[in-house]
Nanobody
């Protein structure tokens, strides 16, 4: 499985970005997919995750009501819409797949495949 993130960049506080993650090598429509982030000097942390059909989502408290995770199984892709962004959202963002996972988890070690990450920088 290969995961490729895109959509990162530099944005001002209060702005928006939309991250995309495209998967190849295997159909991931039956499995949980998640977004994590890692800021310099900090551990990788959970951001959001989505069930196989998009019916269940979970968010970190720090991003609730600002970020929305979604997926398009026909495109084997997952997305993260980030609005009302804050400087503390600055990090490298990673998408990941829990294989073969059907229950949403928030611990990075529970996920099996990872993308290379995309940098998101929010200026104040």
């Amino acid at each position: 499985v290969q995961l490729v993130e895109s959509g990162g960049g530099l944005v001002q506080a209060g702005g928006s970005l939309r991250l995309s993650c495209a998967a190849s090598g295997r159909t991931l429509s039956s499995y949980v997919m998640g977004w994590f982030r890692q800021a310099p000097g900090k551990e990788r942390e959970f951001v959001a995750a989505i069930s196989w059909n998009g019916g269940i989502t979970r968010y970190a408290e720090s991003v609730k009501e600002r970020f929305i995770i979604s997926r398009d199984n026909a495109k084997n892709s997952v997305y993260l819409q980030m609005d009302s962004m804050k400087p503390e959202d600055t990090a490298v963002y990673y998408c990941a797949v829990d294989w073969p996972g059907h229950i949403i988890k928030e611990v990075p070690s529970e996920y099996d495949y990872w993308g290379q990450g995309t940098q998101v920088t929010v200026s104040s």
